[in-house]
């Protein structure tokens, strides 16, 4: 039979948000009101997800933080379903500044999920790892997000989204040590990962890339390289904000 929340999954996927949380809410509020019933949670932390995804970064904190003990007592403490969701709410904080708490719950969802089964658990191993090395970067600890994200890199060699993003966590970090050719090359390797991925794995890095690429450059001293990079990542919409920056510093040098 096909899932409740089948599409929901497939509306977020096509990057149609407002439609992604319009549908999960409506799932939910169809359930029958049982005290067991999973369709009904597991729409509704859709529905927070597509909610970040629009920018609603507080919002989307607030139904995690809700959902939290429905998910422990639906599905246990580490289900993998469990342990998603708590991924997903620590990442969402990073849109709110609060990297320390970040990094604290994407340590203990990786460590409880490496101990765990099934074939769930590697994806949100690497998933959390991702959120941790993104909060040691916003951090200013990027020798230690760079530690990180070789280690994650080695133990996933995947082609996929994953890897992108860890790629990419990887070029934050050694931009961030001033190391800029070496921040060009994994910025340049995650555009080659990128380019090779369906458009449903590419959208939500849309910008990501060309803001790492125009960070590298700008670093080295190559502005005019550096600007239409960080233009296409303003328009992306997503790194709005650091694009912004890296542009006015480009416009003023």
């Not at 970064?57 to 580490?78: I, Q």
């Not at 390797?189 to 890339?209: D, F, K």
Request: a neutral charge; charged letters at 25%.
């Amino acid at each position: 039979m096909r899932s409740p929340v089948a599409q929901a999954i497939a509306l977020y996927e096509a990057g149609r948000y407002s439609e992604a949380e319009a549908e999960a809410r409506a799932v939910a509020a169809a359930r029958p009101r049982r005290r067991d019933d999973v369709h009904a949670p597991l729409a509704l932390g859709i529905a927070a997800l597509a909610t970040g995804a629009q920018g609603r970064h507080a919002e989307a904190v607030t139904a995690y933080d809700a959902l939290m003990p429905v998910f422990g007592r639906v599905f246990g403490a580490e289900h993998p379903q469990t342990l998603k969701l708590r991924s997903d709410r620590a990442q969402a904080l990073t849109a709110l500044a609060r990297y320390a708490e970040c990094e604290a719950e994407c340590a203990a969802v990786a460590e409880a999920a490496t101990r765990g089964t099934g074939p769930e658990m590697p994806r949100i191993v690497t998933a959390a790892r991702n959120g941790l090395i993104y909060a040691l970067n916003a951090q200013g600890r990027h020798q230690e997000a760079e530690t990180l994200a070789r280690e994650a890199l080695a133990a996933h060699r995947a082609p996929d989204r994953f890897g992108l993003v860890l790629r990419l966590g990887l070029a934050r970090g050694l931009q961030g040590q001033a190391r800029h050719e070496e921040a060009l090359a994994e910025a340049e390797r995650a555009g080659e990962l990128r380019r090779g991925l369906p458009e449903e794995q590419r959208r939500p890095e849309a910008g990501a890339v060309e803001l790492a690429l125009a960070t590298a450059l700008q670093g080295l001293s190559r502005g005019t390289e550096a600007r239409p990079r960080a233009v296409a990542a303003l328009d992306a919409c997503l790194s709005a904000s650091e694009a912004r920056a890296l542009l006015d510093r480009i416009d003023s040098g």
